[in-house]
């Protein structure tokens, strides 16, 4: 699928951003001619295709019930041995590929896999639908990271034990830390655990690049087998992404092709070297670099914690998501510690206030922010150059980093956005001084700005007063609610890189166990 340059929602006007892949959007289009295609076949092939599936299943599932009966889970688990692995390895995967058979895969495999004492971890991406479960069967049916919850599904439930996999526990304070320690005994058992398969994205995508590796699979600093997974159909109908077609659409569609074409590459193991083992976003970094050549699709910043960010922002009609995303990006590579511009806010107020509705070029901001000018440095800059001209207004972006440092503090934030904006110090702000105000504190852009300043200018002056700004903005908290979300998020992710372990969690048994048309199954992948 080529990369499309597409926004989910419009952007805030004061920053106006150049194009970024949104990989978190499946935009495929049904020509009329696609659909009376999908319709013809479908009225053979997805009676036909029902039938044959539940044949399969109603085989399956005894045999799982077999290979797992009397086998713990929880405890001092061992691997499976003997007729146990033989009937897991060999016949359930048979019978797995056969139920991607009926469903009109054509599965393509590339590459060798090697066994689990070279490489114990395999790292598989994109991970791009619920149908990507069928390179477990490929892979010979490794052990997975999977949900406690998984394991009471009816039917696929049992198809989970067989694989052994490594549980988290969203009610077990402890689960993460279990989780690596399980994945890394796995992982040095010399080859008496099978390999550990692990989507590092955690979270589906559109294939048009390759988002931020979760540190999970490279945190035991073992040697990683990259598995790449491709799907050159003509018609996309197996992508499920945060926005576009439903499960059962995707299902639907996918049973009126004749067939579906899927690649499975493994690629050349990855042995970490001494200073991958040491930082493991490095190890995952450049193991993504590789998959992402050889797909031949970019790589970008974003990760599964920007993907429920924009999803906040979506459900709340906020159109700053693309702009918190990309702030927070540069200033990582910056180097801005939170800390640190917190201490700087007040100093910095001073500096916008001093500007007095001024602009400042690009030399001045780098003086400001005591940062040399380099290209992350023009990258944040372009981010408030709204017009272009090499300028911008100091004060929005005081007003936004205040907002992510301190959005529980409305009132403080307010005062201080006012202020900045109330060039003559008379406690009053014009019309124009308030849009450009709500556009930088609480990203409006798409409002009619005359009729909102009338409503908030009670007693019809011409001019709003903090009193009445205030009142509207403890009024519609849901502007605000989207800046705590963001909040949550960094503090999520930076617990992750002192604490890595959230680990993605393998959407690995077959499509129909995600069939379910569930917006929260997609954000817990």
């Not at 598989?124 to 406690?148: K, Y």
């Not at 989507?199 to 035991?220: D, H, M, V, W, Y």
């Not at 906020?318 to 995303?325: S, Y």
């Not at 107020?349 to 001093?354: D, E, L, N, P, V």
Request: glycine residues 6%; proline residues 6%.
């Amino acid at each position: 699928m080529p990369p499309q340059r597409v926004f989910a929602l419009p952007r805030q006007q004061s920053l106006l951003l150049p194009a970024v892949i949104n990989p978190f959007i499946q935009d495929t289009k049904l020509t009329k001619a696609a659909i009376f295609k999908c319709v013809l076949l479908g009225i053979v092939l997805v009676p036909i295709r029902a039938i044959l599936l539940s044949l399969v299943l109603m085989v399956t599932w005894p045999v799982a019930v077999i290979i797992t009966i009397n086998h713990p889970l929880k405890g001092a688990v061992e691997p499976m041995t003997g007729w146990r692995r033989f009937m897991c390895r060999r016949v359930l995967a048979a019978l797995g590929r056969t139920y991607y058979f009926c469903l009109g895969f054509r599965v393509v495999v590339k590459g060798k896999q090697v066994n689990s004492r070279e490489a114990p971890i395999l790292a598989v991406a994109p991970h791009s639908t619920f149908f990507d479960g069928i390179v477990c069967l490929v892979a010979g049916l490794p052990s997975t990271v999977s949900r406690v919850e998984n394991l009471a599904t009816p039917i696929f439930g049992r198809f989970v034990r067989c694989l052994q996999p490594v549980l988290v526990s969203r009610k077990d304070p402890d689960s993460r830390k279990n989780t690596i320690q399980e994945i890394e005994s796995r992982a040095k058992s010399g080859g008496r655990w099978p390999q550990v398969l692990i989507f590092p994205e955690g979270t589906c995508t559109n294939r048009s690049c390759l988002i931020t590796f979760k540190q999970g699979a490279f945190i035991p600093g073992v040697p990683v087998q990259p598995v790449i997974m491709r799907y050159p159909n003509k018609l996309d109908t197996v992508s499920w992404t945060w926005q576009g077609f439903s499960s059962r659409t995707l299902l639907l569609l996918t049973m009126c092709q004749l067939y579906t074409t899927v690649e499975i590459e493994f690629l050349p193991m990855h042995i970490p070297t001494e200073e991958e083992k040491k930082s493991p976003p490095l190890f995952a970094s450049r193991v993504r670099e590789t998959m992402a050549q050889t797909l031949g699709v970019p790589v970008t910043d974003h990760t599964y914690e920007d993907c429920r960010l924009m999803i906040s922002a979506g459900e709340l009609t906020l159109p700053m998501e693309a702009g918190l995303v990309e702030f927070t990006k540069i200033s990582r590579k910056l180097n801005l510690k939170w800390d640190n511009v917190k201490k700087e806010l007040d100093s910095f107020a001073a500096i916008a206030s001093s500007c007095k509705g001024g602009r400042i070029t690009i030399e001045e901001f780098a003086r400001f922010l005591k940062l040399p000018v380099n290209p992350a440095l023009e990258e944040l800059f372009a981010l408030f150059d709204r017009n272009g001209d090499g300028t911008i207004d100091f004060r929005e972006y005081v007003i936004g980093v205040t907002i992510l440092c301190r959005p529980a503090n409305t009132e403080d934030v307010l005062r201080m956005a006012f202020q900045l904006f109330d060039i003559d110090e008379d406690e009053k702000i014009t019309r124009e001084e308030f849009t450009a105000l709500l556009r930088s504190a609480l990203g409006v852009s798409n409002l009619n700005m005359a009729k909102l300043f009338k409503e908030i200018d009670a007693d019809g002056s011409g001019f709003i007063t903090f009193t009445e700004f205030q009142d509207f903005a403890m009024n519609h908290p849901e502007y605000a609610k989207l800046f705590s979300t963001y909040l949550e998020l960094q503090r999520y992710q930076a617990m992750q890189e002192a604490s890595p372990g959230d680990l993605e969690l393998a959407g690995q048994t077959s499509s129909a166990e995600k069939q379910e048309d569930s917006t929260s199954d997609k954000k817990e992948d």
